[in-house]
């Protein structure tokens, strides 16, 4: 036994020797390892003389993995979590705090949430509503628009208790309506056709004409004119006010590469990270460069935000999803 | 017991450390409230009325399979198989464009010729119908391997007595089945009960199931204590059920008979039966199939998917290339497959011969524990035994595989000749002579079926493996759900047609020897 560990002391040292790279564990979701991850992760290796070891999580499991092993933590970044996902993950304490150098270039203050920067923005999207163009002639413009009855059992929603999307149309609705929004939703259940457990399944109702209209992202347009040079498909944002989806990355706390934690950070939102932004995870940046043209031309103009304060989320999201529950489920 | 000391080992004790670990958080335990309480009764409702329909369905062709033979048999087996593995994304799609508004069935048969639609879609029917067409496979299988069994002179005696077809099968074919009937009723039941996308995708958020409101308290609110307080209660409930079965099985008393070998003429029924089976069930698996090969956009057929699927360009957002997930779930699904038969059929003896139904029961109900919950488990056994990927997922799909696998043993030792034991032990047998060339023999039909159910399970497994995945080691069923959400819905279901039709071929050539010909 004991020179079986002995042999494997030497032969870890060895090891550890001949690489003496640093290595950084990255949690985040699939498409972020293949889309932004991909093309930036060899500029951040190169410049800090380091490996990216990317692993995927399904973001379902995301804050409960880092839950679950925070006695012994994986990771020491991880990417991609959202403003409803933050109050649990404060709460548990799992993110170390650290003010990135450049934190003055995110143009949108509002996205800093909070004052210790244990999670720090680094792109934003916009929920809309995709409507079919063949068979929606005239999309609602407002959300007392999708009340009508021409638009009768054609809306697809997510399940808000398994989908991030469907919570953050929650979320819209009661940024929107606030106390009143049970009111609303009373009245908008003739308007859903039905309520999917996921973004894709209601994904694909819509790509096979099963559904008219989806609750989904403000890019999907863009999306498919970069693609497929035409879309079926168009977004609309009702009233104008756009629910914005922050993605938030933090340093997970117990990280055992706390300084090249922090060079990750920082390189987040540096020009070279940024610009890879768009066309990758189809969403906006959070600093001040320059959008590919197919945004300008198709992806709707973010003006107005309505938002839920992280703090009303952190106490009232178990009651609002119950409340929205006993709407829905009969 | 090889069996106990496995599940202790891959089964209990993730639960006990989750649970451990649970506990060590504060908070109160807040799942009794009259929306659980309300969705609990429709998934206890829903279950009943699924299982009903699911055995109906698979009772015939379980006549069919055991006691006749037919063209294209093999085909049809295979075939009813499938909806077992589907990955329930690719299901979706199978069943929305079949059943759909638009779909085939009301697109080009019934609205251009009886100009009427069927819209189970989004309605009670539908996810009833959904877990029924997920579910009587078993049935079929289960009960088919035991018609295979039924001795004909029994039937043929009451015949004699002057009883009619009708009677002899109810008083006489029936209470010999009902062991296995038994078995597969309660698997049915606790696979309806424990249904989550088949209902979530067919029927809706306004149908879900207990489990949807686990997996929200798991991912969602992230309150452990509620999943786990909710999973408790699952967990008596299936166990309270599945003794309920065990007793009923008991007091059926077992059948010990000569093994037969007799074929009944195909009935005038089994026609239209099959047909029925094709229309209700082919139609989905068929559109699925149909399109990975489909251009939606503008309706012509199209490889250019699988093009796409093979040519490396969708590798990164599967994280690894689409062959090797072919050869790990291919890997994964048959050591699974192995292991699972061979707990099963021991397990199954010992418990048979010690008269030991406690753990018939308490094996089966192990199924009430989702395997996303298992596997977050296994995240937190993660911390004290190094543990990874591809080691901890055969576990987990053997503890998933294993009930199936005890009660299609089960009920396969239940009618074991034992004379034939008897005498071969007398002649000298030893025990590795008697397991070879006896009792792996007889109870061939049993052992293949379960080797069917194992590998199906594992190919089709996404909750857990989705929880623990690493794109080092992938699988079909992930990547198909890798991207679906990546947008490449095309190439997904292309993917997903590989599934089925590799499943399919897999099936096809396996269960030949299950319809044997001597």
Not at chain 2, 58 to 87: N, W
Not at chain 2, 298 to 327: C, H, P
Request: some cysteine.
């Amino acid at each position: 036994m004991r020179k079986i560990s002995v042999f494997f002391v030497i032969l870890f040292s060895f090891t550890v020797g001949v690489f003496a790279t640093k290595v950084l564990t990255v949690y985040t979701y699939s498409s972020f390892i293949a889309g932004v991850g991909k093309q930036v992760a060899p500029v951040f290796e190169k410049l800090y003389d380091c490996k990216i070891n990317f692993v995927s999580i399904d973001s379902g499991s995301l804050v409960a993995r880092l839950i679950l092993e925070r006695s012994h933590p994986e990771a020491d970044v991880v990417v991609g979590l959202s403003q409803s996902q933050l109050p649990q993950v404060f709460k548990e304490n799992l993110l170390e705090g650290y003010k990135p150098t450049d934190i003055a270039s995110v143009v949108n203050t509002s996205f800093l949430i909070d004052p210790q920067y244990r999670a720090i923005p680094f792109d934003y999207g916009a929920l809309a509503i995709d409507y079919n163009l063949k068979t929606v002639k005239n999309p609602p413009q407002t959300f007392e628009a999708l009340l009508d009855p021409q638009y009768a059992h054609s809306l697809v929603i997510e399940d808000p208790r398994t989908s991030t999307t469907g919570l953050d149309f929650l979320l819209w609705t009661i940024g929107l309506y606030g106390n009143n929004w049970q009111t609303y939703w009373r009245k908008l259940t003739p308007t859903i056709k039905t309520v999917t457990g996921g973004w894709d399944s209601a994904f694909q109702m819509i790509e096979d004409g099963e559904a008219r209209m989806m609750v989904s992202f403000a890019t999907d347009e863009a999306y498919n004119y970069y693609y497929y040079k035409g879309s079926d498909i168009g977004v609309t944002i009702p009233n104008g006010e756009a629910y914005v989806m922050v993605e938030y990355a933090g340093i997970v706390r117990g990280t055992k590469e706390y300084d090249l934690s922090k060079d990750f950070i920082n390189f987040m939102l540096s020009k070279d990270f940024q610009m890879a932004i768009p066309l990758n995870q189809w969403m906006y940046p959070v600093t001040d460069v320059p959008l590919p043209d197919v945004f300008i031309d198709h992806a709707p103009k973010i003006t107005k935000t309505v938002s839920v304060s992280i703090d009303q989320i952190s106490t009232s999201l178990s009651k609002w999803i119950a409340e929205w529950s006993s709407i829905i489920i009969k | 017991m090889p069996a106990i000391i496995f599940m202790a080992g891959a089964y209990i004790l993730p639960m006990i450390f989750l649970a451990l670990y649970t506990s060590s958080i504060g908070g109160k335990l807040s799942v009794f409230n009259t929306l659980n309480i309300h969705i609990f009764t429709f998934t206890f409702y829903q279950a009943m009325l699924s299982t009903v329909m699911a055995i109906a369905i698979g009772l015939p062709g379980a006549y069919l399979l055991g006691k006749t033979k037919f063209k294209f048999k093999g085909i049809f087996t295979a075939l009813s198989t499938v909806p077992f593995v589907m990955p329930s994304i690719s299901m979706t799609l199978g069943f929305i464009t079949f059943f759909g508004h638009s779909g085939i069935l009301n697109s080009y048969f019934l609205w251009p010729i009886f100009h009427v639609r069927f819209e189970p879609l989004f309605t009670l029917l539908g996810v009833v119908m959904g877990n029924a067409f997920y579910n009587f496979p078993l049935t079929m299988i289960i009960v088919g391997a035991a018609f295979s069994m039924l001795d004909p002179v029994y039937s043929e005696a009451a015949r004699i007595d002057g009883a009619s077809r009708f009677k002899s099968f109810v008083f006489v074919e029936l209470p010999i089945l009902l062991p296995s009937i038994a078995a597969a009723a309660l698997l049915t039941f606790i696979y309806c009960f424990m249904s989550f996308t088949v209902v979530l995708v067919i029927g809706g958020a306004q149908f879900s199931t207990v489990e949807v409101q686990i997996y929200m308290y798991l991912t969602t609110l992230l309150d452990f204590r509620g999943a786990l307080g909710l999973t408790m209660i699952q967990l008596l409930f299936i166990a309270f059920f599945a003794s309920l079965f065990t007793f009923i099985r008991r007091s059926a008393g077992t059948f010990s008979q000569e093994i037969s070998e007799s074929y009944s003429k195909f009935p005038v029924w089994g026609t239209f039966y099959i047909l029925l089976i094709s229309i209700l069930i082919f139609g989905p698996i068929l559109s699925q199939v149909f399109s990975g090969f489909w251009n939606f956009q503008n309706s012509t057929f199209t490889f250019e998917w699988f093009r796409k699927l093979f040519s490396g360009e969708m590798n990164a957002y599967i994280g690894n290339s689409v062959l090797f997930a072919i050869v790990w779930t291919i890997i994964f699904s048959t050591a699974t497959a192995i292991l699972t038969v061979v707990l099963s059929i021991t397990s199954a003896h010992i418990i048979q011969k010690l008269k030991l139904p406690i753990f018939d029961a308490l094996f089966t109900s192990s199924l009430a524990i989702s395997p996303v919950t298992l596997a977050f488990g296994y995240i937190v056994l993660q911390n004290y035994i190094p543990l990874s990927f591809p080691l901890e997922i055969i576990p987990i799909y053997t503890v998933l595989s294993f009930p199936i696998g005890l009660q299609t043993l089960l009920s396969g030792w239940e009618r074991f000749p034992k004379e034939i034991d008897e005498a071969a032990s007398m002649d000298g047998a030893n025990w590795l002579q008697k397991t070879l060339k006896v009792r792996i023999p007889i109870l061939r039909p049993q052992i293949i079926s379960t080797f069917f159910f194992a590998f199906a399970i594992s190919m089709g497994e996404m909750g857990a493996t989705l929880v623990l995945y690493n794109p080092e080691f992938p699988t079909i069923s992930v990547s198909a759900y890798k991207l679906f959400s990546s947008m490449h819905v095309p190439e997904a279901q292309a993917l997903g047609s590989i599934l089925t039709i590799s499943t399919f071929l897999v099936f096809y050539a396996l269960e030949r020897p299950i319809l044997k010909d001597n």
